[in-house]
Each structure stands twice: as C-alpha cells, then as structure tokens.
C-alpha cells in the first residue's frame, strides 16, 4: 500500500491505498455522468478525489475508503486521485483513521524528471492547503 504523500502524476498507475473521506462537493453532471470531487487524507496527507457515477452517493464524510488500481492525473486541469476505469473503491470502515491534510498532493506544481521524462517530480507548493475545500476559519 502507498502512502498519499508518495504518489504522483501519471497517465496509468496502479495506486492502491487507504484513505478517509473528509468533504464532498457539489454532485455535478459531465455529459450523461455524474461526478463529484472530495478531500481525502490518511496519516501522511491529503489529495482531491474524483467520484463518478454512482459512487457519488455511496461515500459520506468519515467512511474509510480503500482504493486499489488507482490514477493520480489531471481532470479538468484538477490533479486528482481516481479510480478510473480499471479501479476499484471500497468502504473498509468509519471514523477511525488518524489524517493529516497537508501536504495535499494535489497542490503542488509536477514538472517531468529531467533523467525520466515518463515520470514527474514535485516542484513548488502551489497552496499550503486546498484552494477547492478551504479550512475552517
């Protein structure tokens, strides 16, 4: 299992890890498919989550989520953790996972590795925290 704080950008990964879900957004519609993004953290940090479809309602804030086969890249120029097509989630639990929501990997800027351009490294932190689920004020 990877920690959040470990991943990064690619067109086909193969991420699995564990996670809780803090915050939901708003369910939209893209063409015939519902979406919805969340914020999600474990022990080492946060990243934005892409729902689809029906998984738009079957997580609420504090279920323990398991992601296997997994992709971290851009949607709608979002850097998000997905599923995809080949990815599975699943509800392992409720309420009992310590988290911590920085870093969030999803804001930083990635630029590819100068020895691999296949591969991304991260640059400079773009927010300290996310700019789409601000913090409590």
Request: overall charge positive; charged content about 20%; glycine content about 8%.
């Amino acid at each position: 299992m990877i920690y959040l704080k470990d991943i990064v950008p690619a067109a086909s990964n193969n991420i699995d890890t564990r996670f809780i879900l803090l915050d939901k957004g708003k369910v939209t519609l893209e063409g015939q498919n519902k979406t919805c993004l969340a914020l999600v953290a474990n022990e080492t940090g946060a990243v934005h989550f892409q729902f689809w479809g029906c998984e738009c309602d079957a997580f609420q804030p504090g279920d323990i989520i398991h992601l296997s086969n997994g992709i971290f890249s851009y949607q709608r120029s979002n850097l998000v953790l997905r599923a995809g097509k080949k990815g599975k989630i699943e509800k392992t639990g409720e309420f009992t996972l310590p988290y911590v929501e920085t870093p969030n990997m999803s804001e930083f800027s990635w630029a590819p590795d100068p020895n691999n351009p296949k591969k991304y490294v991260r640059g400079c932190v773009i927010s300290t925290y996310s700019r789409i689920f601000l913090p409590p004020r």
